[in-house]
């Protein structure tokens, strides 16, 4: 097991371990997903900070806002790494704001998409990046009426700071959902794998074929991988210049890192929520912090950012599903 690998495993620990101690309330799916933003960004959590952006937060927000419900972690962490945590919090709302008209769209979903955007797009393009989300959306909604819902808004917004073209975006997209149906059952699942691929410059047979392999070989290795939401994260590590039974290799080397931790366990966290970490942790392990802003690591950078945010729409989904069904 290679040492950076073992470093990004140690780090999600630790700052799982942090925010866990620091904010005793909520999902330990969501702390989960709030250590990984820190380990995207090659951080550790901050106690002080994070109880600094939650007082913020409690000031700025009542109770039952949306701001403190399934959005609170992610937006909590990316408040806390910020340099002004109350002036973040500001920009998230404004973003927000542009968004007022979209009527059947969970907050929660917008405000993970409005991190998306505020992170990755100048502020006077915040409006161009919200309308060229929406177009996204709607071009995800019109190929696929029955699949396309809120947490596809975060995937679109991914999309449009991409700064690839629309149509052709929709137009790989479909190409390769056209494909992925073929190799996996769950429609939403390949749609949202659809999505990450679409910024994959690989030929469209090539990169789905790709993920197929990764799949078929943790299988065949007894290490099954899930086929819901997570599998949009072995899309991230297609674009890992590396051979497959490497990636699978590392793969099972960190679940298996991972499972004796406090919290990792198969009970605890079961094996599909493990692995998808484990995935995340090779992809952090090989690709620069998101960060780091050269402009030789922006092909880099934009896989990074996919896959926290990847993290952050799948846990999120879970849980308000899981609220919606009780």
């Known amino acids: 097991m290679n040492i950076e690998l073992i470093e990004k495993c140690n780090l999600l620990v630790k700052n799982f371990n942090t925010i866990r101690e620091t904010l005793k309330w909520g999902n330990d799916l ?3 997903a709030g250590s990984s933003v820190y380990v995207g960004l090659g951080e550790e ?3 002080e900070k994070l109880k600094e952006c939650e007082k913020i937060l409690k000031e700025k927000e009542g109770i039952f806002s949306a701001y403190r419900g399934n959005a609170k972690m992610p937006l909590l962490c990316k408040m806390a790494v910020s340099e002004d945590p109350e002036k973040y919090f500001e920009e998230i709302h404004t973003i927000v704001e542009h968004m007022k008209n979209v009527k059947w769209i969970d907050k929660a979903y917008k405000i993970l998409a409005a991190i998306t955007i505020h992170d990755h797009t100048e502020q006077y393009r915040y409006q161009d990046a919200v309308a060229k989300m929406l177009d996204l959306y709607q071009g995800m909604k019109a190929n696929h009426p029955w699949l396309t819902f809120g947490e596809d808004i975060p995937f679109a917004a991914m999309l449009a700071v991409s700064d690839l073209d629309a149509n052709a975006l929709l137009t790989e997209i479909e190409a390769c959902y056209q494909v992925l149906k073929e190799y996996f059952h769950d429609k939403n699942a390949v749609q949202s794998l659809s999505h990450v691929l679409a910024v994959d410059k690989t030929e469209i047979n090539e990169k789905c074929h790709k993920v ?11 290490h099954k991988y899930g086929t819901g939401y997570e599998l949009a994260v072995l899309g991230t590590l297609c674009m890992l210049d590396m051979p497959v039974d490497t990636i699978v290799g590392e793969i099972i080397e960190a679940d298996e890192y991972l499972k004796p931790h406090k919290g990792f366990g198969d009970f605890y966290l079961g094996q599909k929520t493990r692995m998808m970490y484990a995935a995340l942790m090779v992809m952090d392990a090989h690709i620069p912090p998101a960060s ?12 990074i950012v996919i896959a926290i ?9 879970t849980v308000c599903a899981t609220a ?3």
């Open 30 to 32: 969501m702390k989960l």
């Open 45 to 47: 959590a901050d106690s």
């Open 212 to 222: 197929e392999q990764i799949w078929a070989l943790l299988k065949d290795k007894k």
């Open 292 to 303: 780091l802003s050269h402009e030789s690591l922006l092909d880099s950078m934009l896989a």
């Open 309 to 317: 945010e990847i993290c952050m729409i799948v846990i999120v989904s």
């Open 324 to 326: 919606s069904t009780n």
